[in-house]
Structures are given as C-alpha cells and as structure tokens.
C-alpha cells in the first residue's frame, strides 16, 4: 500500500444532507392586541362594534382581534376619501405626489424584514418567498408609480388625463401586501384617493401598511382602509360615490361585483380564477423546466390565481419529466414558514384546505393516478403535501376546476395544435408557460393561447413595468405598467 493510499480520507459519503432549523425571529414584529379600523388618517373603533380573530395557519393560534366594519364604516371610509380628493389630493402638484409614493416604497424597504415575517405569521407561506419577492416587488411598484406620477401625459399622448375619484380596491388573502401595493401604487400616482378592504383571513400587513401612510406624512384620507368579511368588501361596491372598484379574487365574487357595477357608470377591473397550462416540449431543457414546473404550482403553496396548475408534457419525453419531476419533488420541504428552509408552507385557511381535500378525492375517485412524496406534516396547523396527478382526462375536476393549492394535473399531447386546444379548453385565460428552444415556437404558442400573460421558459415572473391580467373567466383590465394607469383616469 503506497503511503498515498494510507493518507486517504476512508470516511463514508453522506447519502443526504439534513437541514438544521433556521427560524426567522418573531420579535421584529409588535402586533396589537386589537385593530381598529384606518379611516381619515386615524384608528377608530368601528360603529358595527364586530371583532374577529385573524388566525396563525401554522398553529392555529390567534394572532390579533380585528375589526369588522359594517356600512356605516364602510361610509365613512368613502366620505373619508372623497373629501381627501375634493379638498387638495386631485390637485396637488404630480410632482409632490411622486414624492410620497417615492417615501412609501423606501420605507417598505427599509422595514422589509418586518413585513416578511408578518406575512409568513398571517398568511402561512414561506418566509423565503416573503422576504425575496413579496417585498422588493411590493417596494417596486410603488417606486414605478412613482415615476409616473408626473408623466401621465407622456404615458398617454394626445389626450388629457384626469383622476377619477374615490377607488375601492378589495384584495385576496394569497399575496396581501403585493396586491394592496398593485392596487394603491396606480391609483395614487393617477391622483385618486382610495378604499382599501384587505382579506379577512390577512389583514395584518394591510394594518401595519397604515403605520407607512402615517410615516410616509401622507394627507388623511387619502389612503383609508377597512377591514371585515364579503359584507363589508359589498358595501365598498355599491356605494355611489366610488368612481373605480378593482377586485383580486374569486370568480364567483367577480361576477357578483359586475353584476352589482352594471350600468353605475363606475370603472371597474377584475383579476380572478385561473388554470393555467405548463407546457414542455421534447427539446426544452428538461431539467429547467423541472424547475419551473415546481415553481409554477407549489410556490406559495400552490395559492397563485396564475398557478401552472395543468402539466402539458409531450408525449415523447413523459416518463423522463416525470421521473425528474418526482424525484424534485422529494426534496421539498413542508414545514414551519419561519423556517429559512422551508418550501412549502401552510394552507391559509381550513377552509382552503377541506376544498383542496375535496378536489383531490374527485380526482381519485375519477380515477386519475396521486403521487404524493413522503413527507411529515406538523400536527397543529393545516397543511398538505405536494401532490401530482398522472392519468389525467381533460373531463376530470382536477383538469377544469381552479383548486388553489399545491396539486398539478398532467396531460400529454403530440402536437403542438394538440397542446393548443387541451391549453385553451378551460374556462379560465390568465396565463401560460411555453418551455422550447425554437424562439419561432414561443411566438407561434405565444399567438394561439388564450392567456393574458405567457412565459417562455420560465414562469411566475413578474416586473413591474409589464401588465398582469387575463380573458375569459379570468376576469378584464391589467394591473401593471402603463396599462395600469389607465383604469384609474378619464380622458378630456
């Protein structure tokens, strides 16, 4: 034996790395005991009396009691607001508007951390998605409004742009503070005041984001926001001194908000349901688009409205995609969403969870094929394991219904004509996602699908300066970039 082989490290290699607990601190947020509601730049108590708690997904636990405001709340909110624009905020200089939306987004940078950890707490995904894209994307839209502020007759050449008024904005419970920042940022650099009534099951941030309006000096009642349950977000609707309503969320309720806005003459956008289809062709880069398709249906715990919730895999390369799609899958981790390793966090709601559950079991039961991997879920909390479906029909529930959480469908197709008509044979039109090296494909795809936003070899991009929105079911306007702008002013 030569002395070289005697030095040589004998030591077995490790067959798995185990990841140590690394939990985010809860001590960087101050929660209150009880939140009122923010009307006119103040806490009020609201006149509807009503109280609820907003509930750790994790474990279960009552974070804070939170207001539930009633019409009259509601009232006084768009009063509020339609005073704050009469009487200064319609006319001050786009300049100096600039200015506070240019505060808001360096103040959310600067208390970013804090924002991170309370919308893991409240809402249950993962701080890692908190912290590297709720935030800085949050911050980015008001810093690009920001820009706009004074520029709006650039944006819109040959025409005059005008505010609207009052904007009543009502927004979902899987990205809180992202959607109340695609909300507010628009409507303030157009020179709107607005109605803000967040989710009922996360309303923390929202609450926290009134502690940055006061930061930022913003005038009272320019920002005003009301939380509660449907009831409240119902009366924000009808009221007649609100000029613009945006609604993020289901396509139930965004038809019910049409129905009550038709002939109101107020504008109105809706971003609502989608199913999205995840396309692989056989010469895509397989073990990217493994990637993407992980990304596209579990992030956020599959809570996405533009989620690649159906797998549109080519015939030729099915077994491989699966078999490196399963083996992926077995290395994410549920768990704890403080936790800095944590993938997959927990379900929002039970009540999210027991539809999931019911959207899983039809699948079953239709006769679909369920891979779960093995993982171990806390006790307390509601959570549920990443899950695909092979031996999918175009029929089954799984295929056409938007089940909101972290379970993927897969089909096949031959051709790409095929994988058109099974993409676009669903009710919804948000997004897609095209995975091809052919350049001439993406663009022949990108022509042919119905969707509002399509991603090329990647998916769940967002910036910004590009509009988000989607056809059909999906509901009508875009949020993002200039097209943003639109909805909340009149032309002269």
Request: hydrophobic share 40%.
């Amino acid at each position: 034996m030569t002395e070289i082989e005697k030095r040589q490290d004998r030591s077995p290699v490790p067959s798995a790395f185990d990841y140590a607990p690394a939990p985010e601190s809860r001590d960087v947020v101050a929660l209150e005991d009880r939140y009122g509601l923010f009307i006119g730049g103040e806490w009020v108590e609201p006149k509807s009396g009503e109280y609820q708690p907003t509930i750790s997904p994790a474990t279960e636990e009552p974070l804070a009691e939170v207001a539930y405001g009633g019409p009259e709340d509601v009232g006084l909110a768009v009063e509020s607001a339609s005073e704050a624009f009469e009487n200064g905020w319609s006319d001050i200089a786009p300049s100096e508007r600039a200015k506070y939306l240019y505060r808001i987004a360096r103040i959310l940078q600067e208390r970013s951390r804090e924002f991170a950890v309370l919308e893991s707490l409240d809402g249950g995904k993962p701080i890692r998605e908190s912290r590297d894209v709720d935030l800085p994307l949050s911050a980015a839209h008001f810093f690009y409004y920001a820009g706009w502020a004074d520029k709006l007759e650039y944006a819109f050449p040959n025409r005059k742009p005008k505010p609207l008024g009052v904007a009543g904005q009502i927004i979902p419970w899987n990205f809180p503070l992202l959607m109340l920042s695609w909300k507010i940022a628009p409507a303030l650099a157009a020179g709107n005041t607005v109605v803000l009534k967040p989710a009922e099951s996360t309303p923390l941030t929202a609450l926290l984001f009134c502690d940055v309006v006061r930061q930022a000096e913003l005038p009272p009642g320019v920002v005003n926001i009301v939380t509660g349950d449907g009831r409240a977000g119902a009366e924000l609707v009808k009221d007649s001194r609100v000029d613009k309503v945006a609604f993020t969320g289901s396509t139930e309720v965004g038809k019910e908000i049409q129905r009550a806005v038709a002939g109101t003459g107020k504008k109105l956008t809706l971003e609502l349901g989608g199913k999205a289809a995840n396309i692989i062709f056989d010469d895509a880069p397989l073990d990217q688009a493994v990637e993407g398709i992980i990304n596209g249906i579990y992030f956020n715990q599959g809570h996405v409205c533009c989620a690649g919730s159906r797998l549109l895999v080519q015939e030729s390369i099915y077994e491989q995609v699966i078999a490196k799609l399963k083996r992926r899958m077995g290395t994410l981790r549920v768990g704890d969403p403080l936790d800095k390793n944590t993938d997959i966090g927990a379900i929002n709601s039970k009540q999210q969870l027991e539809k999931i559950k019911e959207l899983v079991a039809a699948g079953e039961e239709e006769g679909a094929e369920i891979f779960q991997p093995p993982c171990r879920l806390p006790e307390k909390g509601w959570w549920f394991a990443p899950t695909v479906f092979t031996n999918v029909a175009q029929s089954y529930r799984i295929a056409q219904e938007e089940i909101f959480g972290p379970v993927l469908s897969v089909l096949t197709f031959r051709t790409p004509d095929e994988a058109v008509e099974k993409a676009n044979n669903t009710p919804y039109g948000l997004s897609a996602g095209v995975w091809t090296e052919k350049g001439s494909r993406i663009l022949s795809m990108s022509q042919r699908l119905r969707a509002g936003v399509i991603w090329a070899n990647t998916y769940n991009r967002f910036d910004p300066a590009s509009p988000f929105g989607g056809y059909k079911e999906s509901g009508f306007g875009r949020e993002g970039g200039r097209h943003g702008l639109e909805p909340y002013l009149r032309f002269e």
